[in-house]
């Protein structure tokens, strides 16, 4: 169910690929994909290829597959084309809790096209859909994620709230030891759940930074430009967000937890639809 697989593998170049559909219902959960690199792949270049074929689970994916002291370290993703995946475009997952602190990825996600990502893989209870983000990261701590076009993400995503489901989503946590995340300079359009979501930050930070994000859905709440939540030490600073739904531009909310130092500033933010609203702060009790 991969097009290539790499299994605690390293410094090795991936380029220029070209990846067709993957035709039987089997491909289409998430631990299928085009690029699949399981385990403590480091070091590794995925450049330049073409994942446009329909229904693999995932474009290209870099997990620790739950396997203890297997971390992915600085692996760069550049450059590439995704289109037409059922679970994730790009897919970034760290789940190793054993260390006493979070690893640094030092992974850099830059300069990649995603579109057309369903969220709608098998192996769900069937109408939920609680995937299809076009970059997710996962405990990606110390990633760079910029200068990215993501479009038409989240087609058939029915949950939002139980992920972090976003053209671009960032989830880390426990990072007492790692560099914040960078969400820089990305081009998002999406018709359907939010432009980027910055969530679980506790001490590093998620810099949301000079992104030009529109969102089209207006039929429901869940057509947020940016959110950011339960972060401290975090930023959403310089982004463009035209919205024109019943949600939000930009949305902080800080989940009821004790956050610091946020610093939302100097964005152009342009909300059209009635019932809408530019900048929404929630359960933010000082700042």
Same mark, same amino acid.
């Given at each position: ?13 991936? *380029? ?32 330049? =290829?073409?994942?446009?074929?329909? =229904? ?9 597959? /739950? ?7 600085? =692996? ?7 289109? &037409? ?15 006493? =602190? ?22 769900? !209870?069937?109408?939920?859909? &609680? ?16 200068? &990215? ?25 426990? #990072? ?7 969400? /820089?300079?990305?081009?998002?359009? /999406? ?7 910055? !969530?679980?930050? *506790? #001490? ?49 909310? *800080?989940?009821?937890?004790?956050? #610091? ?6 964005? /152009? ?10 900048? *929404? ?7």
């Amino acid at each position: 169910n991969a097009g290539i697989k790499g299994f605690d593998t390293s410094n090795n170049t991936l *380029t220029k690929n070209w990846f067709g559909d993957w035709f039987t219902d089997t491909t289409r959960n998430d631990d299928a994909g085009n690029i699949l690199l399981l385990g403590s792949c480091s070091f590794n270049t995925i450049e330049g =290829n073409y994942c446009l074929g329909e =229904n693999a689970g995932q474009g290209i994916a870099i997990t620790d597959y /739950t396997l203890a002291g297997k971390a992915p370290l600085g =692996n760069s993703i550049t450059n590439n084309h995704v289109a &037409n995946k059922r679970a994730y475009g790009i897919l970034l997952y760290t789940t190793d809790t054993a260390q006493p =602190n979070s690893i640094d990825t030092r992974s850099i996600i830059t300069g990649n096209v995603i579109n057309t990502i369903y969220g709608d893989y098998i192996g769900v !209870t069937p109408g939920v859909g &609680n995937s299809g983000a076009g970059i997710y990261m996962q405990g990606g701590d110390g990633a760079i994620c910029s200068d &990215n076009t993501v479009y038409d993400c989240n087609k058939l995503t029915s949950v939002f709230g139980t992920l972090a489901m976003a053209a671009i989503a960032v989830n880390i946590t426990d #990072e007492s030891e790692a560099a914040p995340i960078l969400v /820089t300079n990305n081009q998002v359009h /999406t018709f359907s759940g939010p432009g980027i979501w910055g !969530t679980s930050s *506790t #001490e590093r930070g998620i810099l949301i930074n000079g992104n030009r994000v529109r969102v089209e859905k207006t039929t429901s709440g869940d057509d947020t430009g940016i959110i950011l939540s339960a972060c401290s030490d975090s930023q959403v600073c310089n982004n463009t967000v035209r919205h024109q739904g019943l949600g939000t531009a930009i949305y902080i909310n *800080t989940s009821a937890r004790d956050c #610091e130092r946020i610093n939302v500033s100097d964005n /152009t933010v342009n909300s059209v639809g009635t019932g809408g609203d530019g900048i *929404t702060f929630a359960q933010v009790t000082s700042g």
